[in-house]
């Protein structure tokens, strides 16, 4: 059973950055992908990235040139870096993990399996609890 632990939010002024960091344990890193996603209360969790179990990694459309997803599996941590931090990126971000297959997608070009396994919540088998990200001056 894989724990997942979030850190790394807080207040941060417009145009700031941030390094969440996504700490795992129960079980070892190495053999699953890596979702981020943020919720705004009243609204559907939205995917931002995902990461393979091989270090390959996608972006929603939206996430394109701010966000960057990594993972070191010798920590057993992941991380998403945001850049130029705006007020509509405050939200609850989630780190997200599932057995890997991520690679076995891409191997093949299923472009659209591996969108539904990034960015569809219920595809992830393990959450962490979240993590408050606000955006304000």
């Known amino acids: 059973q894989l724990q997942l632990v979030e850190s790394g939010g807080g207040l941060v002024q417009p145009g700031g950055s941030l390094k969440l960091s996504c700490a795992t344990s129960g079980s070892t890193l190495e053999h699953h992908d890596i979702s981020w996603f943020r919720q705004v209360p009243g609204n559907e969790r939205e995917g931002i990235s995902c990461?393979?179990?091989?270090?390959?990694?996608t972006y929603a459309d939206s996430a394109k040139g701010r966000f960057t997803i990594s993972r070191d599996n010798a920590k057993n941590t992941a991380y998403l870096i945001i850049r130029h931090l705006r007020p509509e990126d405050t939200a609850v971000y989630y780190c997200?993990?599932?057995?890997?297959?991520?690679?076995?997608?891409?191997?093949?070009?299923?472009?659209?399996?591996?969108?539904?396994?990034?960015?569809?919540?219920?595809?992830?088998?393990?959450w962490g609890q979240g993590t408050q990200v606000t955006v304000s001056s």
């Open positions: 990461i393979s179990s091989s270090g390959t990694a």
């Open positions: 997200a993990a599932a057995g890997e297959r991520l690679d076995s997608y891409l191997n093949r070009g299923w472009r659209v399996a591996v969108q539904d396994a990034c960015f569809t919540p219920s595809k992830s088998d393990y």
